[in-house]
């Protein structure tokens, strides 16, 4: 079983960047698929970033491909979300979430465990 804790969240302007971590604990991280969703209010909750177990491999939903990168640190258990070039339909809670799977997912149903949220706020 794995924890994650989310951190990094706040208020930014558009056109401004935010660097989310995701802690973890549990000794087999490093076999997990790590993934970023978010939710904004009245909406569902949506895909954002996922990384492979190695971190060789990265998938990004289109509205944030190439503004967003995703990485990870097996030795430190952390996964994090760099996320520039904000904008205002960026506004949500990020959660961070985990996959012993190896599924590789891009759906909710694909992940096991989850943090319990961070929220980001963009400003026009």
């Known amino acids: 079983q794995v924890q994650l804790v989310e951190s990094g969240g706040g208020l930014v302007q558009a056109g401004g960047s935010l660097r989310l971590s995701c802690a973890a604990s549990g000794r087999t991280f490093s076999s997990y698929v790590m993934g970023w969703f978010r939710q904004a209010p009245g909406k569902e909750r949506e895909f954002v970033a996922a990384?492979?177990?190695?971190?060789?491999?990265?998938r990004y939903a289109d509205s944030v491909k190439g503004r967003f990168t995703i990485s990870r640190d097996n030795a430190k258990k952390m996964v994090t979300l760099q996320m520039n070039s904000l904008k205002p339909e960026d506004t949500a809670v990020y959660y961070c979430?985990?996959?012993?799977?190896?599924?590789?997912?891009?759906?909710?149903?694909?992940?096991?465990?989850w943090g319990q949220g961070t929220q980001v706020t963009v400003s026009s």
């Open positions: 990384i492979s177990w190695s971190g060789s491999r990265t």
């Open positions: 979430a985990a996959d012993d799977s190896g599924r590789f997912g891009t759906v909710v149903v694909d992940y096991n465990y």
